[in-house]
């Protein structure tokens, strides 16, 4: 005599619980984060034809090592700023950054940020 013995039904899980509570989840995250803004600002770039024959009064030059001239002459990136400020009491709007072969980029975002601050009318970037 044969033993039939009875087979177990799987069970199914059910997936539509468990889809509901990662959405919700998803939801609430996105809604409670909070999003950085980046700073950003206008940059042009200094080539032939960008002006009308007006020669920048301040060039600002970022060297390899980090130094920074500022019409030929070497300037801090701490005092940057302040000597930045004696240029625009004179009427200075536009400057000119020229970046050296092998700068950091990090470098060259501070003398631009630095310029923005100073209240230059017009950064250019040459190439």
Do not use: H
Not at 25 to 32: E, I, N
Not at 37 to 49: H, I, M, P, R, W
Not at 58 to 66: N, Q, T
Not at 83 to 102: L, N
């Amino acid at each position: 005599m044969r033993l039939t013995m009875p087979t177990r039904r799987r069970s199914i899980v059910g997936l539509t619980s468990l889809i509901d509570v990662i959405f919700l989840l998803l939801l609430f995250f996105m809604l409670t984060s909070t999003f950085s803004k980046f700073s950003q600002f206008d940059l042009g770039v200094a080539g032939v034809g960008s002006g009308a024959g007006e020669r920048p009064k301040l060039i600002v030059a970022v060297s390899r090592d980090g130094s920074v001239r500022l019409n030929g002459q070497p300037a801090e990136i701490a005092a940057l700023n302040d000597e930045i400020a004696t240029f625009t009491e004179k009427g200075v709007e536009s400057a000119v950054v020229v970046p050296r072969d092998g700068v950091k980029l990090q470098e060259l975002v501070t003398v631009l940020e630095t310029l923005k601050r100073s209240g230059l009318s017009k950064v250019s970037l040459a190439d």
